[in-house]
């Protein structure tokens, strides 16, 4: 079953806007990780949240995290046409062992 | 590192033929990952491994799919015999089992199955 669940599906901004997705959950985790995507090419690590964290930075991306609302946003600042890709969140689970659980993927498109 | 490798990355096969893809992890890495993604369905994880032991295949779709690891440093996902329904992209990913799982994938195979 589906543990997270990104929004929105699609998103198309120009450069230098801001993007926010947002990824909720179902479970408890013990962190939450961030992916992403570009066109035929596999997912690439961005940036992980632990479940004791509520903030992270790195570089231009900022992620949240919220466990009483089991929900968690990835904020890309002054975006570039290279972000155009699809971004994923995912989770640990307790019946997951070592596997996470990955959403469906925000499309992000920033054109110049 | 070189990074997951995976081959082939292009594979067109005639519905009813054998499939074998393959995938060398990350040195190192004891879980592997192997993952089928469509635009209908998005990322499925069809199997993993721990310590080249096979932990969950529920993600596995039928008995004509089967995936083995004889080695920490390889491992196939067979698809036999394969169905046009069967075409996607395949990820194999690796990752150090810890408390945070981060996961390396690699370039994918693109599957055709005509």
């Known amino acids: 079953s589906q543990q997270g669940e990104e929004d929105p599906q699609a998103l198309s901004i120009q450069e230098g806007e801001n993007a926010t997705m947002n990824c909720s959950y179902k479970t408890s985790i013990n962190n939450l990780q961030w992916y992403r995507q570009n066109s035929g090419r596999g997912l690439v690590h961005l940036i992980l949240i632990r479940s004791n964290e509520r903030e992270k930075h790195s570089g231009r991306l900022r992620v949240t995290l919220d466990t009483s609302k089991k929900s968690s946003s990835l904020l890309i600042t002054a975006s570039r046409a290279a972000d155009t890709a699809s971004y994923f969140c995912a989770t640990d689970a307790p019946q997951a062992g070592t596997a996470l659980i990955f959403g469906k993927g925000t499309t992000l498109s920033v054109s110049s | 590192d070189a990074g997951v490798i995976q081959s082939p990355r292009h594979e067109v096969t005639e519905m009813g033929q054998e499939v074998t893809l393959r995938c060398k992890p990350i040195s190192g890495h004891n879980s592997l990952f192997w993952y089928r993604q469509t635009m209908m369905r998005g990322l499925e994880l069809l199997i993993y491994?721990?310590?080249?032991?096979?932990?969950?295949d529920s993600g596995m779709p039928e008995d004509r799919f089967s995936a083995k690891m004889p080695n920490a440093s390889f491992s196939t996902l067979k698809i036999q015999p394969s169905e046009p329904r069967d075409s996607a992209v395949y990820f194999c990913?690796?990752?150090?089992?810890?408390?945070?799982?981060?996961?390396?994938f690699g370039p994918g195979t693109r599957l055709t199955v005509t």
């Open positions: 491994f721990n310590n080249n032991v096979p932990i969950d």
């Open positions: 990913a690796s990752s150090l089992a810890g408390d945070s799982y981060e996961q390396y």
